[in-house]
C-alpha cells in the first residue's frame, strides 16, 4: 500500500503553478500598500477627520492603484489555498475535515480581501466628499482589512492539525511545520480585538494587531511556498512517490 494518498490527474506542473502563487500572492499584497497607496506605516485610527481626508485626496489614484493589486492579492490567494487543499489531501489517514475547512476558511479569507479591496476603493473614488463622509467609510475599510482575523486562525489552524496528524515516523511535511502554523495562528487573533483602540499596539496600526501579523503572514507565505515547492521536487525525482522523505 502507499505511504500516501494518490489523487488522479494531479500533476507536478499544477502544484508548482499553485505553490508559486503564494509569491504572487504576498507582492500583490506589498504593491496595495506601498508605494502606490503610501499606507506603509499604515494611517492611524487617531487620525482626524481632515487628515483622513487630506491623505485621500493627495494619493487617490495612488490608492485606486493599491487596491487593485490587493483585488488581485485576493484572487491568487484561491490558487495558493487549492494547492495547500490539494498536498493535504495526499497526507494518508488525515481526517479530511481539515483539508475541507482549509479550502472554506481560505476562501473566506480571500472574499474578505476582495471586499476590503472595494471599500478602500470606495473612500478614493469620490475623494471631494465631505470630511466626515470619508472618514466614516475610511474606518469601515481599515476595520475590515485589519479585522476579520478568524478565517485566517482557522485556515492556519487547520494545516497546523493535518502536518501533525500525520505518520511521525514517515512525514510528508515536517511536524515543525505543523507547529509553526499554530503559531502564526496564535500571532493573528489580536487583530479581533482593534474595535477597542484607536491608538497603541492594539490599534489597527499597531506592533500587535499590524506590524507583528504583517511580518509573519509574508514569512508564513513564503516558507509553505518553499515547503511546498520542496515536495513537488522530492516526487519529480521519484517515479513512485512517497511520505518516506524525513524532513526532520
Known amino acids: 500500500m502507499s505511504a500516501e494518498e494518490r489523487i488522479p490527474g494531479l500533476s507536478a506542473t499544477g502544484q508548482l503553478i499553485g505553490a508559486w502563487s503564494g509569491v504572487v500572492t504576498i507582492v500583490f499584497f506589498g504593491l496595495s500598500f506601498w508605494p502606490f497607496a503610501q499606507f506603509l506605516p499604515p ?32 484572487t491568487t490567494n484561491l490558487l495558493f489555498v487549492a494547492a495547500i487543499a490539494v498536498q493535504l489531501r495526499r497526507i494518508k489517514n488525515v481526517d479530511p475535515i481539515w483539508t475541507y475547512t482549509q479550502i472554506t476558511a481560505g476562501v473566506a479569507g480571500s472574499v474578505i480581501i476582495v471586499i476590503g479591496a472595494m471599500l478602500m476603493t470606495a473612500v478614493a473614488f469620490r475623494p471631494d466628499r465631505s470630511p466626515e463622509i470619508l472618514y466614516a467609510l475610511f474606518d469601515l475599510a481599515w476595520v475590515m482589512v485589519v479585522m476579520p482575523a478568524a478565517p485566517a486562525v482557522l485556515q492556519i489552524c487547520a494545516i497546523g492539525f493535518a502536518i501533525l496528524s500525520g505518520d511521525a515516523r514517515k512525514p510528508f511535511y515536517p511536524r515543525w511545520l505543523g507547529y509553526f502554523n499554530l503559531w502564526i495562528a496564535i500571532l493573528f487573533i489580536p487583530g479581533a480585538l482593534i474595535s477597542y483602540f484607536k491608538s497603541g499596539p492594539f490599534a489597527w496600526d499597531g506592533l500587535v494587531t499590524f506590524w507583528i501579523p504583517a511580518v509573519f503572514f509574508g514569512a508564513w507565505f513564503l516558507l509553505m511556498t518553499i515547503m511546498m515547492l520542496r515536495r513537488v521536487g522530492i516526487e519529480t525525482h521519484h517515479k513512485e512517490p512517497s511520505q518516506s522523505e524525513n524532513y526532520s
Do not use: D, K
Not at 483622513?52 to 485606486?64: E, L, M, T
Open 43 to 74: 494611517l492611524s485610527p487617531s487620525l482626524t477627520a481632515a487628515e483622513v481626508a487630506f491623505h485621500y485626496r493627495q494619493h487617490a489614484n495612488g490608492i485606486r492603484t493599491g487596491m487593485i493589486f490587493m483585488l488581485f492579492a485576493g
